[in-house]
C-alpha cells in the first residue's frame, strides 16, 4: 500500500504542530492557511524542518502541489470551516485522495461529511487528536474513523506522528466515518469529570481548610507518584504551583473562575442520555462548568443564600480520604465513558475494540493515567457485562477506596462545599450496586396515572395495580 503525501489545511496551533511533527518524521507536508503570513512564521521558526514544509497559496495549488494519492488534514476549527473547506478541496481531488478532519467534530457531522465526499467519490476520515500543542507536536493520541482503504494510506504516517505507549503507537482505527470522533467526545466527557473532580478536591482544601495554593501543589505531586498517576493530576500540581509573574500571587487566585467549553462534554451527556445510558459524573461536570460561567449570580447568591448549618469550619480532610475518592471518581468516570462506547457501539454496529481504545488512552492524550492499561487488560479479559467496574481487578479496588470517598462527600455536603462530581460518583455506585432498587415504586406510579402497566417479580407478562 502506497504512503498518501501529506498537506495541511488550516496551521494554528494544533495545525502547525502536526505539521512539524510530520515533517520532523520525514515526510514532506504541503501547507495551506487563510491567513499566509501564518505559514510564512511556521516555516521561519521551523529550523532544519523547513524544506520539508511547502507554503502554497491556494487550495488548488495545495492538492497540486502534492503527489498523489494525497492526505488532506483539516486543523480547522470545528462547524462550518470543515464544510467550507471539503467544498473547495472536491473540484481539485483525484480517486484515492483521501480527506481527514482532525478537529473536534461533532461525529454526526463526520457521519455526513463521509457520506458526502464518499458520494464524491473520495475517502474521509474523522480523527479525533488528543494531547494538545504538546501532544500534537510529539505524539498524540488519535482515534480514527473511516474505512479501512481511506487509514491504510495514512496508517503510517499517523502511527509515526502518535505517541508511543513502550512503543506501541497511540493511534487506531476504531471504526467506520463517525467512530473515531465520538470517541473522542467520550475522552472530552471523560477528560471534563476527571478535571472537575481535581478541581472539587482542590476546592475542599482550600475553601474547607483554608489553604493556599502553593501548599496544595505539593500533595498533587506526591498523589502523581502513585495510584492517581496522570497528566491531569501532574499538571495540577504544576498549575497551582505556578506564580503570577505580574502580582507574585499564586496563578489560580488571579484567573476568573469562569470555566469555558467548546461542546464536547455536553455532546457526551447528550448522546449518552439519548441511547438511555447514565453519564452522571460527565453531567456533574459539564453542569458545574456552566454554574461556573453564571459568576455574576453566585456573587450575589453567596450573601443570600445562607449555609443552615452553622458549619462553617472544617476539620482536616484526611489526604488519604481525598487521593481514594480521587481514584474512586476517577474509575467510575471511566466506567460510564465506556458504557456510552459500548452503547454508540452497538447503536451504530461499530464493533470498537474497547481494550484498544484504552491501550491508545495509555500515552499521549489528556486523559491519561496508570489506570489505563488495567482497563485494557480488564476488557481483554472476561468482563462481566462489559462492566469495568465488575471486573477482578476494578471491583476490589473500588470496594476498598469507596469509604472514602463516601466520607469526603459526606463532610464536604455538611459543611456546604459543592462537590458535584464526587456526589454523582457515590450516588451512581450506591444505584448500581442495589439489586433491588425503588424502581418498584416509579412503575406503580406510572401505571397509576397512566395505566403503563408493569412486570411482576411472580408472574409472566403485563400486570396493572389495584388502584
Ligand atoms: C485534547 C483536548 C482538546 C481540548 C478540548 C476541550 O484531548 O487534547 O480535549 O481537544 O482541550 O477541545 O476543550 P474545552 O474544555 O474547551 O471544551
Known amino acids: ?44 521558526s521551523a529550523g532544519e524542518l523547513a524544506p520539508k514544509l511547502k507554503k502554497t497559496e491556494s487550495i488548488e495549488a495545495l492538492v497540486t502541489a502534492m503527489p498523489s494519492p494525497r492526505a488532506i488534514l483539516l486543523m480547522v476549527p470545528a462547524g462550518k470551516p470543515v464544510d467550507l473547506s471539503i467544498d473547495a478541496l472536491l473540484p481539485h481531488l483525484e480517486e484515492g485522495d483521501t480527506i481527514i478532519d482532525g478537529g473536534n467534530s461533532d461525529f454526526r457531522e463526520t457521519q455526513r461529511r463521509t457520506a458526502h465526499v464518499e458520494a464524491a467519490g473520495f475517502r474521509y476520515l474523522g480523527v479525533g487528536v488528543s494531547g494538545g500543542e504538546e501532544g500534537a507536536r510529539h505524539g498524540p493520541s488519535m482515534m480514527v474513523g473511516g474505512t479501512p482503504q481511506a487509514w491504510e494510506p495514512i496508517q503510517e504516517v499517523l502511527e509515526a506522528i502518535s505517541a508511543k505507549f513502550e512503543g506501541d503507537p497511540c493511534v487506531a482505527h476504531l471504526g467506520p466515518d463517525g467512530a473515531g470522533h465520538f470517541v473522542k467526545t467520550v475522552h472530552n466527557g471523560i477528560e471534563y469529570a476527571d478535571m472537575q473532580l481535581i478541581a472539587e478536591v482542590y476546592g475542599l482544601l482550600r475553601d474547607g481548610e483554608g489553604r493556599a495554593a502553593p501548599d496544595i501543589a505539593p500533595l498533587f505531586k506526591r498523589w502523581n507518584e502513585g495510584a492517581l498517576q496522570s497528566y491531569l493530576i501532574g499538571i495540577t500540581g504544576e498549575v497551582l504551583a505556578a506564580t503570577d509573574p505580574q502580582t507574585g500571587k499564586p496563578m489560580v487566585d488571579v484567573i476568573v473562575d469562569k470555566a469555558g467549553q467548546k461542546g464536547t462534554g455536553r455532546w457526551t451527556v447528550i448522546e449518552a442520555i439519548r441511547m438511555g ?27 443570600i443564600l445562607k449555609d443552615a448549618s452553622g458549619c462553617d469550619v472544617v476539620d482536616q480532610f484526611d489526604e488519604a480520604d481525598l487521593e481514594s475518592a480521587l481514584l474512586v471518581g476517577r474509575i467510575l468516570a471511566y466506567a460510564q465513558g465506556f458504557r456510552i462506547l459500548k452503547a454508540a457501539s452497538d447503536e451504530f454496529g461499530w464493533d470498537i475494540d474497547y481494550a484498544r481504545v484504552a491501550e491508545i488512552w495509555r500515552a499521549g492524550c489528556i486523559i491519561r493515567s496508570s489506570l489505563l492499561d488495567d482497563i485494557a487488560q480488564a476488557f481483554r479479559g472476561d468482563l462481566p457485562d462489559d ?6 481487578h476494578f471491583a476490589p479496588l473500588i470496594n476498598e477506596h469507596i469509604a472514602p470517598l463516601r466520607r469526603v462527600v459526606s463532610k464536604a455536603i455538611l459543611c456546604g462545599l459543592p462537590v458535584q462530581a464526587l456526589a454523582s460518583a457515590i450516588a451512581w455506585f450506591d444505584e448500581i450496586r442495589q439489586a433491588r432498587g425503588t424502581a418498584d415504586l416509579i412503575q406503580g406510579q406510572r401505571d397509576f396515572f397512566g395505566n403503563h402497566g408493569f412486570e411482576r417479580l411472580d408472574a409472566e407478562g403485563a400486570h396493572h395495580g389495584p388502584w
Open 1 to 44: 500500500m502506497t504512503t498518501a503525501s501529506m498537506g495541511v489545511i488550516g496551521v494554528g496551533t494544533m495545525g502547525s504542530a502536526l505539521a512539524l511533527n510530520m515533517a520532523e518524521k520525514g515526510h514532506n507536508v504541503a501547507l495551506y492557511n487563510l491567513d499566509l503570513k501564518t505559514i510564512d512564521a511556521l516555516i521561519e
Open 277 to 303: 445510558q447514565s453519564a452522571s459524573i460527565i453531567e456533574a461536570a459539564v453542569g458545574a462548568r456552566v454554574l461556573s460561567s453564571e459568576r455574576d449570580t453566585r456573587q450575589i447568591a453567596e450573601d
Open 387 to 392: 462492566r469495568l467496574i465488575l471486573s477482578d
